[in-house]
């Protein structure tokens, strides 16, 4: 027996739709930054997502979409700083990471982040980090997605996704060696330097 139009919709949505709603809900946060505005984003995420049911492929990456749809209602909210964030090459930033890591190692603290909680340094440096390269970190990092999904959330170039995931580790891993430094956990890191390129 074939159900409404109405009833088999919901229904698809509750198979599908909400069983994401704590991961559109972090994602969210990650974009928002504070936790008000985060579960009004989720919420118009969903109602959103609803109204535009008719346009989703049942069985396809519905995870994806909500982010999707989640991210673009951010942007449109958002009144946004113009400023022009320059993104280096993955190789080169590979390479800084890198260099950062060994200069570390040299200095025998290679172990240092199994040494030290760094939960709360962590998330301090990930709301520090400028939104682009928070953006790559979360949906990549954290929300495990697939450069090619990340891509398409958020409305970039496979490319682009990867030189700011690699901008934004780099960044990450100096603000917690900055950190270790700081808390008198490692000696001597502030001198560890890399030179931007590009």
Not at 26 to 31: K, M, W
Not at 145 to 167: C, H, K, N, Q
Request: charged share 30%.
């Amino acid at each position: 027996m074939l159900h409404s139009g109405k009833t088999s919709r919901d229904e698809q949505f509750r198979a599908e739709a909400l069983p994401w709603f704590d991961d559109v809900a972090r994602f969210a946060l990650s974009l928002a930054r504070d936790r008000d505005e985060a579960d009004d984003l989720t919420q118009e995420t969903f109602l959103r997502a609803l109204r535009s049911w008719h346009q989703y492929t049942p069985g396809t990456e519905c995870r994806r979409w909500l982010f999707t749809i989640c991210r673009n209602h951010f942007l449109r909210g958002r009144e946004r700083d113009k400023r022009v964030v320059s993104y280096d090459d993955p190789e080169v930033e590979a390479l800084a990471a890198a260099s950062i890591h060994a200069a570390a190692a040299n200095r025998g603290l290679g172990d240092i982040f199994e040494r030290v909680d760094l939960g709360d340094a962590v998330t301090h440096a990930l709301d520090a980090l400028p939104a682009p390269f928070r953006e790559a970190v979360v949906s990549v990092d954290l929300e495990d997605l697939a450069y090619d999904a990340a891509a398409e959330v958020l409305g970039v170039p496979i490319g682009t996704v990867r030189s700011r995931l690699f901008r934004g580790r780099r960044l990450l891993q100096k603000s917690l060696l900055a950190y270790a430094t700081d808390a008198g956990l490692a000696v001597g890191l502030d001198t560890i330097r890399v030179e931007d390129k590009g």
